[in-house]
Structure formats: C-alpha cells, structure tokens
C-alpha cells in the first residue's frame, strides 16, 4: 500500500469513527426533564402562585405585604413571580422584573417571615401534589435566593 493509500484509509476510519461516535452519543443521550418539565410548566407554576399567595396574605407575619395593593399591583407581583420561577426552573420564560435584591429589600423582610414563607410553600406543594424530588427542589432552588430577599442584620 503506497503513501496515498494509507493516507486515504486513515481518513476514511477517522470519519467512520467519527459517525460511529456521533450515533451512539444520540442514542445514549437522555435529557434530564427540567424542573419546569417535571413541575407542569407554566399553568402549574401559576397555580403555585395562585395557591400559597393567599396563604401568604392570611398569615400574620406576612399579611403587610399585601394590604393596600391594587388588584392590578397583586396581577403584576403574579406574572412576575411566574416569570421568575418559570426562568429559574429551567423553562422558556425571561424574566422582565428588578433584580430579587431591588424588588425585595423596600420589604425589609426577615427570618421569621422567611421561614413562614417556606412553610406555606411547602404546604401549597403538598396541596397540589407535587412529587417529593420536585418538592424538594423548589424549595432548594427557591433557597438559593434568600440572601437577596431576606434583610441582613
């Protein structure tokens, strides 16, 4: 087999392999639902909202957060909570609101009222029956942002 030859060969198992490689990485691939998949998309995460809201409000420590506002300021708070956690789970939404920091800290929001936060969350995702991995991670990803919403003392 002359130079030529070999050289042609060489390149012709490097692009069988190549394919070779290729196909067997499609087959295998297996995308991971995101949590937004697993959740239910975006009328799910609505009904979240739509749920642990007035949780929220009944609540002593939190009630202050909404009286006094519009119905149109509550729809607002709404879609831009949807969007944000329609984002941050994986799903196609961008989120057009402040930054949680700028949005949050005229709140002054503190422990207490975080805890009691996570507390009606998790009650509202036991409510709607969502699964215990997906449970757990909304409550570990919505974790992630309490630096910028609860207040530093």
Known sequence: MNRKQTLTLMCALLMLIGQATLVSGQKGES????????LGGSDKIGA??????????????????????SPEAL???????????CHETGGPCEYTG???????GVLHI??????????HLGETLDHLKIGDKEKHDMLTLVGH????????K
């Open 31 to 38: 995308k991971t639902p995101s949590l937004y998949e697993r």
């Open 110 to 119: 503190n422990e207490a009222q975080w805890k009691a936060f996570l507390k």
């Open 75 to 85: 729809t607002s708070q709404r879609n831009r909570t949807v969007e944000f956690l």
């Open 145 to 152: 942002f309490k630096s910028e919403v609860v207040e530093k």
């Open 48 to 69: 979240i909202f739509d749920d642990v809201g007035p949780r929220m409000a009944a609540d002593p420590l939190l009630a202050k957060f909404f009286q006094g506002q």
């Open 98 to 104: 402040q930054p949680l920091k700028k949005a949050h």
